[in-house]
């Protein structure tokens, strides 16, 4: 026999699982977020790149340790799709691109990845926002779409 207060916390934990796998559906169909992935880990990923799949497309490999990104500065034209594949050398970082709906966290031994496109000229920062230490608040990178001195 349930109890009629069980009962009322089984519905309403119910509804904010409903909840929760809807808002994820609606992100990735209507609003057409990139949700982040996990990757199986491979060492391939702990060197930092930037390469060029096709004319608008190009994966950054990012690299977070103690305090910095690597690579610190990518280049990019306008209009580019990025997949950032991101991971750490050490403790736990954060991945924040500023002005784009980008959140992920860097984790040693761990891959993320997400998709991210550019369409206008500027420059982008990313910060770690999870705190990681003494130089936490000089850990930075940026995205330089079309900058005049791109190549
Ligand atoms: Cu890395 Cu804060």
Redesign the pocket.
């Known amino acids: 026999m349930i109890d009629k207060s069980e009962r009322t916390v089984f519905t309403i934990t119910a509804i904010v699982i409903m909840l929760f796998v809807f808002s994820l559906v609606y992100a990735k169909t209507t609003r057409k977020i990139d949700l982040p992935e996990c990757l199986p880990y491979d060492k391939a990923y702990e060197t930092p790149a930037v390469k060029q799949i096709d004319d608008s497309l190009y994966q950054v490999y990012a690299v977070?340790?103690?305090?910095q990104?690597e690579p610190a500065q990518i280049y990019i034209p306008v209009g580019s799709t990025v997949d950032f594949f991101l991971t750490?050398k050490d403790?736990?970082?954060?991945f924040d691109i500023y002005e784009k709906n980008v959140n992920m966290m860097?984790v040693y031994g761990g891959i993320n990845k997400t998709t991210v496109k550019f369409d206008k000229p500027g420059v982008y920062k990313i910060?770690?926002?999870?705190?990681?230490?003494i130089?936490?608040?000089n850990?930075q990178s940026e995205v330089i779409v079309n900058y005049p001195d791109a190549k």
């Open positions: 977070a340790r103690m305090w990104f750490s403790v736990v970082h954060g860097a910060t770690c926002h999870e705190y990681c230490g130089g936490h608040q850990m």
